[in-house]
C-alpha cells in the first residue's frame, strides 16, 4: 500500500515538475494542481499529496548534479571533460555551463519549492475532512522541504528570491533576490514551524519527523553561525541553538547509527519505504514507477555495464579524488577499511553481493597493473582503467535485488540527512570557537561514527579533525562542497587556501604482492606531484544559468531585505 501511494503521486507531480524547469520560480503549477477542494478532502490525501516531495521535485538533481556540486566542486571525486565538465574540478563554472548540471541543478531546487508551496495552498484549503492536526503535519512537511531546497541554494547560489507563494508571486517579473541573511532566517523559520508539528514517528515509513527537522535546524544554525564572520570564529548564540538541537536528537530520539556501514547502502536495508533509523531524510524512489520517481544513479557511476546488466553502467570516467586517495592510502588510516569498499572499488577487493549468480564480483588486479595515468578534466579518459571507481551507490543488477530495477533505475533510494552528521553537528558545536575539546559529549558522538567505521576513537578533536571525518564519512552523498562553504563563512582565508591546496591531480594504482600502491602525479602527468587549482572569492557562489538571467534580468540586481510580514504559515 505504501509503495502504491507513492507510485501514485509520481503523475501527480511529474507535469508541473518539467513545467517547473523552464522558469525556474516564476513558474505556476497548471490548474489542476490547484483543486485542493476535491484532491485533498481527507489525512490520507494530504499524506499522498506530500509524498511527491521525496522524490519527483529533486529527480534533476539526483544523479550526475548531484555529483558534480556535492562531490566533484567538493575534491572528493573526478572525471572525465566531457560537455566541459571539468569546470567543476578547477573552481571555472559558467553560465552556459554545458554539462548540464547547472541547470539541473539550479532548476530542482526551485521546483521543490515550487512544489512544496503549492501542496502547502492545496493543504490550506482542504475539504473538512481533512483534520487539523493532519493539515498541520502535510504543512510541516512543505516547509522542510522548501527550506532543504532554500539551504542548497544559498550555499550554492548567496542571495536568492524567496519565493513564498508561487501563485500569487507568479506575475511579478521584476522579483528581487533577497539579503543571504533574509534567506537563512527563511530557513531557520520554515525549519522551526516543522519541529513543532512533526510527530516523533513518521506517518509512514521513512517520512520526516520532529527528529529530522531538529537535526536540519542544528545544521541551519551551525552553518549561519559562520554569516558575516571572517575572522575564523562564529556567532555563538547560532552555536548553542545547533548544539541544542542536535543534542535532543542524540540524546532523546533513541535513533540509532546502522551498525554496518556498509549495509547504510545495500537495497535490502535502503529502498521504497524500507529505511534504516538513521535516515532523517532520504528520497525515495519507485523502481516500477514514472520515470522521474527513478533513481539513475547508478546508470552513471557503475564502471562497467556487466554490473548493472541492463546496459547502463557509464561510470568508467568518475573515480575518487587524489585528496580521498591520500587518505585511505596515508598508513595511519588503514584500518578505515570498512568505509573504504563501501566508498570505491579497490584491486582484488570482493563484492558478494554483486553479480551473485556468478558468485561475486572480484576487481580485477589487471584492470590496474598497468603504466596509464588518468587525468581528471580530461577527455579519453574512459579506457584508462587505473582510477578508484565508485562503488556507493552501485548496488549491481537488479538480479542482485530481488529482481526490482532496470536500466536507468535501481531499488534504492539516496540519502539526504543521516544521523551521523547530526552526531558531527553536535561535537562541531559543543567544540564551537576553541581549537579543541575533550568534551566528553563531543568525543562520545565523533568517536561513534568512527568506532562504526572499525578505527580508533580520539581523545580531543579539533575542527580539522570534524571536517576531514565528514570528507570521509559522506564521501560520494553530495556533501562535501557544502561542508567547506560552511568553513568558509566564518573562515575564507582558511577554507580557499584548503581548496588552493587540494590534489586535484592524476594517479596511477598499481597491485602488488595482495597490496595496492598509489603514485600522484603533476601537472606533467609523468613527475610525481600534486595538481591544484585557484578558488577565489569570485568563484566561490556558482553563476546563474545564462537561460535563467535571460528569463528573470532582475536576478542581476543587488539584492534587498525581505519583507517578513509576507510569510503565512
Known sequence: MKQKILIAITSFVSFFFIQGCKKDFLNRPPQSSLTSGVFYATDADILTGTGALYSVSWSSYNGTPLNAFGDVLGGNLIWDNYQNRAAYINFAISATDQSGSLSSTYNAFWSEIANANVIAYNIQHAAPGAS???????????????????YYLALNWGAVPIIYDNIKQIGDTGIRRNNLEDVWKLIISDL?????????????????????????????????SGLGQSGGTRVQSDLDSAKFYAGDVCNNSGLTLMSNYY??????????????????????????????????????LAYSSKITQTGDGWGSSFGASASLLQYYFDPANKADSIRRRATFFMPNTYYPDIDVADGGWKVDTTLFNNSKIYVP????????????????????????????????????????????????????????????????????????????????????????????????????????????????????????????TQDRGPYNISYNNGNPFITFFGPDNKTPGTVTYPITPNTVDAPYPETSLLVTPSLALPPVPFDFSKLKY
Not at 510527530?199 to 541551519?220: C, D, H, V, Y
Open 132 to 150: 487539523v492536526s493532519g493539515k498541520n503535519s502535510g504543512l510541516a512537511e512543505c516547509r522542510f522541504m522548501r527550506a532543504t531546497a532554500y
Open 192 to 224: 522551526t514551524w516543522a519541529k513543532d508539528h512533526l510527530g516523533a514517528t513518521p506517518l509512514q515509513p521513512a517520512r520526516i519527523t520532529k527528529w529530522s527537522a531538529e537535526g536540519m535546524l542544528a545544521r541551519a544554525y551551525l552553518v549561519r
Open 263 to 300: 549495509d547504510l547502502f545495500t537495497s535490502k536495508n535502503f529502498s521504497g519505504t524500507n529505511v534504516p533509523s538513521e535516515s532523517l531524510f532520504s528520497l525515495l524512489w519507485v523502481p516500477n514507477g514514472d520515470y522521474f520517481a527513478h533513481n539513475h544513479m547508478q546508470a552513471n
Open 377 to 500: 578534466g580530461q577527455s579519453g579518459n574512459g579506457n584508462t582503467n587505473d582510477r578508484a571507481f565508485v562503488k556507493k551507490y552501485v548496488i549491481g543488477s537488479p538480479a542482485d535485488n530481488g529482481g526490482i530495477g532496470g536500466t536507468q533505475n535501481i531499488n534504492l533510494n539516496t540519502y539526504m540527512f543521516r544521523l551521523a552528521e547530526v552526531y558531527l553537528i553536535y561535537a562541531n558545536a559543543i567544540l564551537g570557537n576553541n581549537a579543541s575539546t575533550s568534551d566528553p559529549e563531543a568525543l562520545k558522538y565523533f568517536n561513534a561514527v568512527r568506532l562504526r567505521a572499525g578505527i580508533a576513537p580520539k581523545s580531543s578533536i579539533t575542527y580539522a579533525d570534524i571536517f576531514q571525518e565528514k570528507k570521509v564519512e559522506f564521501a560520494f552523498e553530495g556533501n562535501a562542497w557544502y561542508d567547506w562553504k560552511q568553513w568558509y563563512y566564518f573562515d575564507p582565508t582558511k577554507a580557499l587556501q584548503y581548496f588552493s
